[in-house]
């Protein structure tokens, strides 16, 4: 799909979920170099730091998008001509690309290993990296219940429970606010993530940081599965997490509330790290407390502007 394309998709939701905008806006950038065509660098550069600008913007929460594009245009700024620089992005979309479908899968594994036989199992939205574990689980002949939360306003939890369903897997469907009185049931949380601060608290779909309070008051495992692009390098230098606001037509119908109300429609919000137990990662289970050393590790050559 071309730059235009993407992030109208992205930002009507068609393309959605940080792994799947991630692999999507570096995709888009290969693309772009690959159909255009260039007289000189210096006017590549532009073109292609406006489509940059453009697909970064598209939401504003995951850093897997802003992580994916500059991975994408790793050494491009050094390139000389078009050929060579075009070349370059093709091929670190490429790397990108494969690597961040195979994280999810070695997601899958690791946190499968987590899920035990006859585990009844609670997650929110509909997050790839999460439903790969349970998927996995499922594969390895563990019997599994999910309970899915229908993720008010979006509703992504219809995505989920079809997206188990079709398995095989049993699941529920429930609404938002039945959340702490099924958590008596639950034998895991596990959700995913949109960003990763380096304190270790984790940006989710509005509603999970009331999934972690909910299993904190039951003791029950609450677990996050996230690719380490999901770590956010700027909140090491200060820079808070940008929460989207959505449209208030996903909340209330043209004309059924008095015109006085006030409708507000955050759609991501902080668990802190003292409420989650792990993050599934595809280098390993770590602990929020060692985000900042897989930071550094994942990080250490990013320059910040
Ligand atoms: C999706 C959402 C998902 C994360 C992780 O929100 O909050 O839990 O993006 O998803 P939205 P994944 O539907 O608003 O994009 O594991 O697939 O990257």
């Known amino acids: 799909m071309n730059v235009d394309g993407t992030v109208k998709a992205i930002k009507e939701m068609e393309i959605r ?11 888009a950038l290969s693309e772009f170099v690959s159909s255009k ?23 504003p929460t995951a850093v ?25 992005i093709i ?8 690597a961040s479908d195979e994280a999810v899968s070695k997601i899958g ?3 499968s290993r987590r899920i035990k036989d006859n585990a009844t199992v609670m997650t929110h939205c509909n997050s790839s990296a999460a439903l790969e574990c349970i998927k996995e689980a499922h594969r390895n002949g563990k019997k599994i219940k999910v309970y899915a939360t229908e993720s008010r306003p979006w509703r992504q939890g219809i995505l989920t429970v079809n997206e188990l369903a079709k398995e095989g897997i049993d699941v529920t469907l429930i609404v938002d606010s ?18 990763i601060t380096s304190n270790g608290s984790v ?20 677990v996050v ?13 200060g820079d808070t997490v940008t929460i989207e606001e959505r449209d208030i037509n996903e909340i209330v119908r043209k004309g059924e509330v008095h015109e006085s109300v006030k409708v507000f429609n955050p759609v991501f919000d902080s668990t802190p790290p003292g409420y989650i137990d792990a993050i599934v990662t595809e280098l390993g289970i770590i602990s929020p407390g060692s985000v900042y050393e897989i930071m550094m590790r994942q990080f250490g050559d990013v320059t910040f502007s």
């Not at 979920?17 to 995709?27: D, F």
């Not at 702490?180 to 949380?189: N, W």
């Open 109 to 111: 594994v690791i946190g």
């Open 64 to 88: 897997s998008l802003l992580n994916a594009v500059q991975y994408t245009m790793k050494g491009f700024d050094a390139s000389v001509n078009v050929k060579d620089a075009a070349n370059l």
């Open 225 to 237: 599965c996230s690719e380490t692009y999901k770590i956010s390098p700027q909140t090491l230098f």
């Open 178 to 195: 039945a959340v702490r009185s099924v958590m008596r049931k639950v034998d895991i949380v596990l959700v995913g993530a949109d960003t």
């Open 91 to 98: 091929k670190n979309s490429a790397e990108f690309v494969s």
């Open 17 to 27: 979920g940080a792994g799947r905008i991630a692999r999507a806006a570096s995709a």
């Open 37 to 59: 065509e260039w007289k000189n660098i210096d006017e590549m550069r532009k073109d292609v730091l406006k489509a940059k600008d453009k697909l970064i913007s598209s939401r």
């Open 203 to 222: 940006i989710n779909k509005i509603g999970t940081s009331q999934l972690a309070l909910a299993a904190n008051e039951s003791n029950v495992p609450f």
